[in-house]
Structures are given as C-alpha cells and as structure tokens.
C-alpha cells in the first residue's frame, strides 16, 4: 500500500479519475444495524376527527454502515507484484472520498465515523 500512495501525482483533494468515463460512478450502499428512534407528528384535523399525519415532520433515527465503492485510474498497481491482490481497504484519511449527501434527510447533530 505504502509505493501505491508514494505517487507524487495522487492528491486526495482531488476527485477520483476514471480514465475511460471521464467521471466516476460511486456505487453507494447503506446497512441498517440499529434503529433507535421512530418520530411520528401527527396533527389533529378536528378534535372528533381522525389523525392526519404529517409526513414533512417524520423522523427516525437508526446506526447503520454507509459503504462506498468505486475506482479511481491514480491508485493503481501490478497486481503480479503484490501476491496478485487485486483490492485493498484503506483508511478513509489517507484517499479522496466522494461528496455524498442523503436527498431527505433531517439535520444530524451526531455524526460519527468509525474505523478499524
């Protein structure tokens, strides 16, 4: 991994390059583990109505593992000279990562990413 990222031309402020594309495609996936909270506002139509619920004011909050794939053409190595390891897992601190944002999520106040 070290001679993969001592390329004087890799900058993890860049964004990844795929030189076939011209773009790249981050394949994005996020597992469930825990849902810890369900926020169900409902608004009262008439007091001897029925509950309206009010989907705009919904909310859960849950943990789950957002895992993000994709291939950036500036890491690249002989897989012949590595005991033919064609993939690796390394720190998120060390590499470009995407900008990705949830469409309709609520505000988070707690954020946390975990590593190994």
Request: with cysteine; net charge negative; aromatic share 10%.
């Amino acid at each position: 991994m070290r001679n993969i990222f001592d390329n004087p031309y890799y900058d993890k402020r860049v964004p990844a390059v795929d030189a076939n594309a011209g773009r790249v495609n981050i394949t994005f996936r996020l597992d469930l583990y825990q849902l810890l909270e369900v926020v169900c506002a409902c608004v009262r139509v008439r007091a001897h109505c029925t509950v309206a619920q009010n989907e705009p004011r919904q909310s859960i909050t849950l943990n789950a593992w957002v895992e993000e794939r994709w291939c950036d053409d500036t890491l690249y190595w002989d897989p012949a000279e590595f005991g033919n390891q064609t993939s690796i897992s390394v720190p998120h601190e060390i590499v470009w990562l995407p900008d990705t944002l949830l469409y309709n999520r609520c505000a988070c106040a707690r954020t946390h990413i975990l590593t190994d």
